[in-house]
T-cell receptor
Framework: NAGVTQTPKFRILKIGQSMTLQCTQDMNHNYMYWYRQDPGMGLKLIYY???????DKGEVPNGYNVSRSTTEDFPLRLELAAPSQTSVYFC?????????FGEGSWLTVV | AQTVTQSQPEMSVQEAETVTLSCTYD???????LFWYKQPPSRQMILVIR??????QNATENRFSVNFQKAAKSFSLKISDSQLGDTAMYFC?????????FGAGTRLTVKP
């Protein structure tokens, strides 16, 4: 019973590098989300998707891109990493009444 | 956009006592869900309790209960018989189809 799986769990990036955070869920959920959590803060919505082929911006989308080619996968792309993107990233999914979270991806940009 | 406000950045409570965490939200929707999540230092997000807006009865899960006031857009969490393991960040969250927003969190410390 995998639930929501995020990879990698930890990553250090240099300024200007790019990378993709992977997120997969095996619950056939239509809705998927990416959040970031800065130290001592709450979760901010980056992007979300209501189904395959449909994505939309959240509160803090700048510097990120997403795609949703399948129901299961919702990767988050960071282009030209900046120190301000140092954060913990959470992927989540829902069928409508309960959110399931991945364990988080700790990203440091130096 | 919906907003969620937690006005208590930090709270503390003695072990075995009761504590209430506050949350207010703003929405023009009528159907939605409200949640309280617990986040220990591991950063794992743990669902504590969920409330459906169309249900008038307040949700209860063991030592955790909510006071849901729909007209006032208030959703507080009461923790009874506090335990040391309840020490964590607590986030209030609002969900309407397609969007879910979180409050800034309340750091709860349970003292022995």
């Amino acid at each position: 019973n995998a639930g929501v799986t995020q990879t990698p769990k930890f990553r250090i990036l240099k300024i200007g590098q790019s990378m993709t955070l992977q997120c997969t869920q095996d619950m056939n959920h239509n809705y998927m989300y990416w959040y970031r959590q800065d130290p001592g803060m709450g979760l901010k919505l980056i992007y979300y998707s209501v189904g395959a082929g449909i994505t939309d911006k959240g509160e803090v989308p700048n510097g990120y891109n997403v795609s949703r080619s399948t129901t299961e996968d919702f990767p988050l792309r960071l282009e030209l990493a900046a120190p301000s993107q140092t954060s913990v990233y959470f992927c989540a999914s829902t069928a409508g009444n309960t959110i399931y979270f991945g364990e988080g991806s700790w990203l440091t940009v130096v | 956009a919906q907003t969620v406000t937690q006005s208590q950045p930090e709270m503390s409570v003695q072990e075995a006592e009761t504590v209430t965490l506050s949350c207010t939200y703003d929405t023009s929707e009528n159907n939605y869900y409200l949640f309280w999540y617990k986040q220990p230092p591991s950063r794992q997000m743990i669902l504590v309790i969920r409330q459906e807006a169309y249900k008038q009865q307040n949700a209860t899960e063991n030592r955790f209960s909510v006071n849901f006031q729909k007209a006032a857009k208030s959703f507080s969490l009461k923790i009874s018989d506090s335990q040391l393991g309840d020490t964590a960040m607590y986030f209030c969250a609002f969900m309407e189809v397609g969007d879910m927003r979180f409050g800034a969190g309340t750091r709860l410390t349970v003292k022995p």
